[in-house]
């Protein structure tokens, strides 16, 4: 059973990071795209070492073991730093609705990177069936034009996946680093990492401060991706990630397009099509899927894919961790024998 504060962590993440493609749309028209993700790393950075100085004991603060190092980098270089740069770039040269399918890519490229470095953590049949419907339904809301997929040309294309593929392999090597420190204090050391290695690209690639086009319209998209969509967002999906694993806490990019169409039907103006409607409904029941237990009634148990799902070649969703040794742990004993139970020392959450 997913806990009620994962839950409203779940919905944190899938607004707040949904709304970073219409305030990054506004902000690319005054901002670099490196420099606007520095920035944005800027202000989260001090917003969030002042939230963690004054809510968190000193000596809750300090890293101290490989494993906490471990998650910093990988918060701060992988799932932060190089894919919010690469999400930026390649949204200079891809539509909104392409650029909201290859970013929902995440989930689907979790679990490879799960089950190539995380023995503990597999996909079931049902996750895979409700994770297809999602991603389907994905597609609906976008709705992008065919011949969008190649105005943007290959390079913008490749760089919105490189970004998806960032995102997923980041999520899961946070959870491999078994880290002793709290999401949040993690994702406050991890921000001034990413901060440095944007700002190096940015210098990199040429950009200056001097190219910045400062009027409110700037500052309020500045405002968002940095506090909303940065330092609230990353409390709420790191902590996500801690709760549930990477697997579960990847779908909420399958909320985030969802989110993204909304707000431009209410803040920019942008139509709702009935098939983005359909889509909706099509996310809304892989997401009953996944969470369902009708998959587990002998009705289903008796048809082909009911048989699949009950192959040991699969881990159902609800007991989706392996125990030590690789084999799946039994309905009774899951909580047990898995390494990142609820209760374990292995699966750190915030307070």
């Known amino acids: 059973m997913i806990s009620r504060k994962s839950v409203l962590a779940f919905l944190a993440t899938s607004v707040f990071f949904g709304g970073t493609f219409v305030a990054a749309k506004a902000g690319l028209d005054h901002f670099p795209p490196l420099l606007f993700v520095a920035l944005r790393f800027d202000v989260a950075t001090a917003v969030m070492f002042a939230f963690v100085v004054v809510t968190r004991e000193r000596a809750d603060l300090i890293p101290r073991t490989r494993g906490d190092l471990g998650g910093i980098v990988a ?184 989110v993204a169409t909304l707000g431009g039907w209410a803040l920019l103006g942008e139509t709702v099509s009935a098939l983005a409607v359909v889509g909706f409904l099509v996310i809304f029941a892989g997401f009953a899927i996944i969470g369902s237990a009708s998959l587990d009634e002998p009705w289903f148990r008796g048809t082909l894919p009911g048989r699949l799902t009950a192959s040991e070649s699969f881990f159902p969703l609800d007991d989706s961790y392996a125990t030590d040794d690789g084999t799946a742990a039994g309905t009774d004993d899951a909580s ?16």
Do not use: K
Request: with cysteine; net charge negative; aromatic share 8%.
């Open 75 to 258: 918060t701060g270089l992988f799932a932060i730093g190089l894919t919010n740069a690469l999400l930026f770039v390649g949204q200079q040269y891809v539509t909104s609705g392409v650029a909201s399918i290859i970013a929902s890519l995440n989930p689907i490229l979790t679990p490879v990177f799960a089950a190539v470095l995380l023995a503990d953590e597999r996909l079931s049949a049902r996750g895979a069936v409700g994770m297809a419907l999602g991603l389907l339904g994905v597609g609906l809301v976008a709705n992008p034009d065919p011949a969008a997929l190649l105005s943007g040309g290959v390079f913008g294309e490749s760089v919105m996946l490189a970004s998806a593929v960032c995102g997923a392999l980041g999520s899961v090597l946070i959870r491999r680093s078994d880290a002793d420190l709290s999401s949040t204090v993690r994702t406050a050391w991890g921000l001034p990492l990413a901060a440095v290695v944007t700002h190096a690209l940015s210098l990199g690639a040429g950009e200056s401060v001097a190219a910045v086009s400062w009027n409110a319209e700037a500052l309020i998209a500045l405002g968002y991706v940095a506090l909303f969509a940065g330092a609230l967002a990353y409390i709420a999906y790191f902590g996500l990630i801690d709760d549930v694993g990477p697997i579960r806490a990847n779908l909420a990019f399958y909320v985030v397009p969802v």
């Open 336 to 351: 047990t024998n898995s390494r990142f139970s609820s209760d374990s020392a292995g699966c750190p959450a915030d307070d």
